[in-house]
């Protein structure tokens, strides 16, 4: 597969990303009437679903990484020379931008808006490092111990981590700059990006260095 096609469906894997998680958290919060919970659950489900034919659909030409962090990783271990990380994550973050605009669009909205959505403080800090942590051990394991099921296991695990982190889970810088443009149920203030990113690559980097590890372990090493 040559690279110009990687890149390209890795713009268009995370646009369709992002895509799905504004275009549903605009619609669930239209459609909740003020209930903050019911919008969060259709958000969650849609991105839950939406991960799983993005990652099974664009799994074959790029790996599906959709995000910086996963990239970042992939560089680290081996997997991604450090030109091809950068111009995948270029090609995230572009994407992921575009992918807002359109949701941003569809609900006739301005194509960018900035988010006025204040999201601070070491509990969203936290947040966001587990919710990377998490998403870069299951992708490690699922990639190691259950090949054919990592889209599954990626999207059942976001799907849960809206649910169980404060941060309700961006664990994406691409997706984190991206939500900053659309002043809706999914968005995050500018000023709050800095540091959810900060997090997520903490969380990334203690991940990798975690299942790094752990996953060296000899398989005829004595289990206590």
Not at 105 to 110: C, G, T, Y
Not at 117 to 129: A, M, N, S, V, W
Not at 156 to 179: E, H, L
Request: net charge neutral; hydrophobic share 55%; glycine share 12%.
């Amino acid at each position: 597969m040559t690279l110009s096609r990687k890149l390209a469906a890795e713009f268009l894997g995370t646009a369709a990303l992002l895509a799905v998680v504004v275009g549903s958290g605009i619609m669930g919060e239209r459609l909740a009437d003020g209930n903050a919970a019911v919008a969060l659950l259709g958000n969650s489900i849609a991105t839950g679903a939406g991960l799983i034919f993005l990652i099974y659909g664009f799994g074959g030409i790029s790996g599906a990484h959709f995000n910086p962090a996963v990239s970042l990783v992939e560089v680290f271990g081996g997997g991604l020379s450090l030109k091809n990380g950068i111009l995948y994550s270029a090609s995230q973050f572009l994407g992921a931008i575009v992918g807002v605009v359109i949701a941003n669009l569809m609900f006739a909205l301005p194509a960018i808006n900035l988010s006025t959505k204040t999201r601070t403080g070491p509990d969203q800090y936290l947040g966001e490092f587990v919710a990377t942590f998490g998403l870069i051990g299951v992708i490690r394991l699922g990639v190691k111990f259950h090949p054919n099921l990592v889209g599954a296991m990626v999207a059942c695990y976001i799907t849960a981590a809206y649910w169980f982190t404060s941060s309700t889970s961006f664990a994406n810088p691409a997706v984190t700059v991206a939500r900053s443009l659309s002043n809706t149920f999914a968005g995050i203030a500018p000023e709050s990006v800095p540091m959810f990113i900060v997090s997520q690559l903490a969380g990334a980097t203690a991940a990798m260095i975690v299942f790094n590890w752990l996953l060296a372990l000899d398989i005829n090493e004595e289990n206590f």
